[in-house]
């Protein structure tokens, strides 16, 4: 066996070590701490990032094809484009690419018996669903196979805005250019949806895009542009890319949702800085709290030490005995602390204990995503981190003076 691996096991097994096991429970309880905060502060970033991401894409999909226009945020166009369906095939084909519906961008004025608000209404056709991301109370939108249906979803924030729900009748105000009357059309409330973010439930109202088609005055196959739904939001620059490159001919463009909503994704981004800074502050946290432990430790054995280097010792395996306290208590703090992070996690999915301004945060409880190679990454690059720091209290093994300890009792 060891030598260096054998009195290290003693150390931890003996009953007589009171003060050396108390050092290193210590130890392994403030690593666990540190691993479980990096741990729960990647998860409730990785969440955030996804959770937001999802609701943008289940309202807008992955990719807009449309004219192109030098402010990629502003979908609202004026000029139609005609509705190709060799186009949309070619588009299906891409890799990836789950679905591809046409939509119609129009602004409007919703009026009620005591309020009004301006808003965006989306045009959708019968292929158009709301993904799970987004809530939905009432029913979707029946299409009718003879003429446009008198139907609309308004979001949740609209309805607290208006005073209106389910079943109500509300006028929508279209303003044309050069006329001084407004277009009215008396349209059904049948459903409300609510998808959290702010930029999406205070501006648009879904309807039924022949309306808008006979409001502005076009033909069946005029639309404004097209929403290309992914199987996975990774392939998304590369897909527009492809579809831009083999599929498009000027002026029509593709805009990938990262482009539309730059704000929103920037802001996701510096999410990262933020998981960076708490992930290098507790690795330092734990590296300075496990070297402070095995110095302590060093000094309280310098006696058996100075006895080892008397029986001749050499100073790297007396370093290797070190070196095991110190993989012992990076091994199980990381393995606690996974263990705290992993049940905190599973508690707030299941419970959602902890409560979020939904106006602010886009979402009412914590988000978290639990993604296995970040925590690998983290046990691991702990473990290392904290084994080599390990050597600089290790040095101060070459300073102590056998004779002087062995007479110290």
């Known amino acids: 066996m060891?030598?260096?691996?054998?009195?290290?096991?003693?150390?931890?097994?003996?009953?007589?070590?009171?003060?050396?096991?108390?050092?290193?429970?210590?130890?392994?309880?403030?690593?666990?701490?540190?691993i479980a905060v990096m741990v729960i502060a990647v998860a409730v970033i990785q969440g955030f990032k996804f959770e937001i991401r999802e609701k943008i894409f289940s309202f807008w999909g992955h990719i807009i094809v449309t004219n192109y226009s030098p402010n990629a945020s502003d979908l609202i166009l004026t000029e139609p484009i005609l509705y190709d369906q060799d186009l949309v095939n070619r588009i299906a084909s891409v890799n990836s690419v789950k679905s591809v519906n046409p939509f119609i961008?129009?602004?409007a004025i919703i009026k009620t018996k005591d309020a009004m608000e301006g808003l965006r209404l989306k045009g959708i056709n019968a292929n158009f669903t709301l993904a799970n991301k987004i809530k939905l109370n009432g029913s979707p939108i029946q299409f009718s196979d003879s003429d446009y249906t008198k139907q609309i979803i308004v979001s949740q924030s609209t309805v607290d805005k208006l005073n209106i729900e389910i079943g109500n009748e509300v006028q929508l105000y279209f303003i044309e250019?050069?006329?001084?009357?407004?277009?009215?059309?008396?349209?059904?409330?049948?459903?409300?949806?609510?998808?959290?973010?702010?930029?999406?439930?205070?501006?648009?109202?879904?309807?039924?895009?022949?309306?808008l088609q006979r409001i502005n005055g076009w033909t069946p196959q005029d639309i404004n542009g097209y929403q290309i739904d992914l199987a996975d939001s990774k392939n998304m620059e590369g897909a527009a890319e492809i579809i831009f490159n083999n599929y498009l001919e000027a002026p029509l463009h593709a805009y990938t949702m990262k482009e539309i909503y730059a704000n929103v994704f920037d802001w996701l981004e510096l999410q990262n800085i933020n998981a960076?800074?708490?992930?290098?502050?507790?690795?330092?946290?734990?590296?300075?709290?496990?070297?402070?432990?095995?110095?302590?430790?060093?000094?309280e054995q310098a006696r058996l030490i100075g006895i080892l280097k008397s029986l001749g010792m050499l100073f790297s395996k007396i370093m290797h005995i070190?070196?095991?306290?110190?993989?012992?208590?990076?091994?199980?703090?990381?393995?606690?602390?996974?263990?705290?992070?992993?049940?905190?996690?599973?508690l707030q999915v299941k419970f959602g204990f902890i409560k979020l301004n939904e106006a602010t945060y886009y979402m009412s409880q914590v988000p978290i995503k639990i993604n296995f190679w970040d925590i690998v990454l983290i046990d691991l690059a702990t473990l290392?981190?904290?084994?080599?720091?390990?050597?600089?209290?290790?040095?101060?093994?070459?300073?102590?003076?056998?004779?002087?300890?062995?007479?110290?009792?």
């Open 2 to 34: 060891n030598l260096s691996f054998f009195i290290a096991r003693r150390g931890f097994t003996s009953k007589k070590a009171g003060f050396s096991s108390f050092i290193i429970r210590l130890a392994v309880t403030a690593t666990a701490i540190s």
């Open 105 to 107: 961008m129009r602004p």
């Open 177 to 211: 250019k050069g006329n001084t009357a407004p277009r009215i059309r008396k349209v059904k409330v049948v459903g409300i949806f609510h998808s959290g973010m702010e930029e999406v439930d205070k501006t648009y109202v879904l309807c039924d895009m022949r309306l």
């Open 276 to 299: 960076k800074i708490v992930l290098i502050i507790m690795a330092i946290v734990a590296t300075i709290n496990l070297a402070v432990a095995i110095l302590i430790l060093i000094v």
């Open 322 to 346: 070190f070196l095991f306290y110190a993989t012992y208590i990076a091994f199980m703090g990381i393995v606690l602390g996974n263990l705290i992070a992993l049940s905190l996690c599973w």
């Open 384 to 409: 290392v981190f904290c084994i080599l720091f390990m050597w600089l209290p290790g040095l101060y093994i070459k300073r102590i003076q056998t004779v002087k300890v062995i007479q110290f009792k």
